[in-house]
Structures are given as structure tokens and as C-alpha cells.
């Protein structure tokens, strides 16, 4: 069965910390997508990006980066040089490619609190 | 920057009412999806779409809610009657394959009283 867990409920850095939040997924399916949504105070959800079971390059984007690690079934995704408006909610979600209908299973999310 | 559009941005509701959520997906997309989330829980799927039929639906979609996509552009998500626990933030989502990613509307708050 598919599961995402994010165990860290809640985190609070203060400003230009580094912080790491934490995905693993349960999936039985080989191949499969993985990827992480910011939640706002405003509410909206916000792509941050897409890494497919066959890739396990880690990628950067900005202060951003995510380690994918089929070994451990992570997919942990980390701010470097936090800032406030970095303060969200930040879902982990997994979509099974073989399934065919493409949901999301989101995880509980994090809820990153970065204070000045 | 296409974006998924949802109206109204909030609806309060009295049980037993009837309510339709609408959504514009993105314009070359073809996948689409209903997420909720009750407030301060996970974002929760509902209903996939494609090819004007439902292609998967979760346990929490029953015969109280139905999907339409009665022209080229919405896409609507109605509750034949509402329930206080159908209080919710209701999330509109499209992708342009099954495979990529899905970008959501800013969603519907729906208040049920």
C-alpha cells in the first residue's frame, strides 16, 4: 500500500539556519514520482518539484535541495539559509506510475516555522 | 503564468444544501482532480478525471458527490448535500499528462453550518 510519512510535525529555525524536512514513502510499485508542495499561510499549494523512482540524482534549485534515496525510501528536502518567508507547510506526496489514475498520496506535512 | 483557477474562494453553506465548487484548469491540460483538506490535516485525493470520466475515486467520494466538466473549460465538483464534516478546504488540481506534475488552484473554503 502506498504511505507517506512525515514524521517532523512541526519545526522552528531561527533566520539563516539550515533545516532539513523528512519524507519516506511505502510504495510496492517500481516505478513512481515523488514530489514536494509549500503551503503557505495564504493556503494556496506550490510545486517545488517532481523526481521519478528511476532517478536518484539529488537536485538544487536556489537555496533548496533534495536527496533521494531509494536504499531508505527518503526523499528529504532541505532549505539552506532559511528565511521567513520559507515559514509553510511543506507536503511530501507519492503517485505510483503503474497504477493509472496518477493520485497523490500526500504525507501529514511539516509545518516549518523560520523566526527573524 | 497559466494557473488553476477556482471560484468562490470561500462557501458557507447550510446542511443540507446543495453546492457546486468550480475550477478552470490549466488550458492544455487533461488530467483532473479534486484534493480536500479539513483544516489543519493532510491534503486528501477525492477524484481523478480524464477523458470526461472518472478514472479513480476515493472512498470519501460517494453518491453525494459528482464531477462535471460540462463545457471546454471548467470543471465543477458538486455536493448533493452537504454535511457538517464536508467543511473543508477543496483543492482543484490539473496535470498535463498523467505522469507530470499536478498545479492546484488557490482553493474553495467550504463552511458547512
Known amino acids: 500500500a502506498q504511505k507517506v510519512t512525515q514524521a517532523q510535525t512541526e519545526i522552528s529555525v531561527v533566520e539563516k539556519e539550515d533545516v532539513t524536512l523528512d519524507c519516506v514513502y511505502e510504495?510496492?510499485?517500481?516505478?513512481?514520482?515523488l514530489f514536494w508542495y509549500k503551503q503557505p499561510p495564504s493556503g494556496e499549494l506550490v510545486f517545488l518539484i517532481r523526481r521519478n523512482s528511476f532517478d536518484e540524482q539529488n537536485e538544487i534549485s536556489g537555496r533548496y535541495s533534495w536527496n533521494f534515496q531509494k536504499s531508505t525510501s527518503s526523499f528529504n528536502f532541505t532549505i539552506t539559509a532559511s528565511q521567513v518567508v520559507d515559514s509553510a507547510v511543506y507536503f511530501c506526496?507519492?503517485?505510483?506510475?503503474?497504477?493509472?489514475?496518477?493520485?497523490?498520496?500526500f504525507g501529514t506535512g511539516t509545518r516549518l516555522k523560520v523566526l527573524a | 503564468e497559466p494557473e488553476v483557477t477556482q471560484t468562490p474562494s470561500h462557501q458557507v453553506t447550510q446542511m443540507g444544501q446543495e453546492v457546486i465548487l468550480r475550477c478552470v484548469p490549466i488550458s492544455n491540460h487533461l488530467y483532473f482532480y479534486w484534493y480536500r483538506q479539513i483544516l489543519g490535516q493532510k491534503v486528501e485525493f477525492l477524484v481523478s478525471f480524464y477523458n470526461n470520466e472518472i478514472s479513480e475515486k476515493s472512498e470519501i467520494f460517494d453518491d453525494q458527490f459528482s464531477v462535471e466538466r460540462p463545457d471546454g473549460s471548467n470543471f465543477t465538483l458538486k455536493i448533493r448535500s452537504t454535511k457538517l464534516e464536508d467543511s473543508a478546504m477543496y483543492f482543484c488540481?490539473?496535470?498535463?499528462?498523467?505522469?507530470?506534475?499536478?498545479?492546484f488552484g488557490q482553493g474553495t473554503r467550504l463552511t458547512v453550518v
Open positions: 488540481a490539473s496535470s498535463e499528462a498523467g505522469l507530470t506534475e499536478a498545479f
Open positions: 506526496a507519492l503517485s505510483e506510475g503503474t497504477s493509472g489514475t496518477y493520485k497523490y498520496i
Open positions: 510504495t510496492r510499485d517500481t516505478t513512481y514520482y
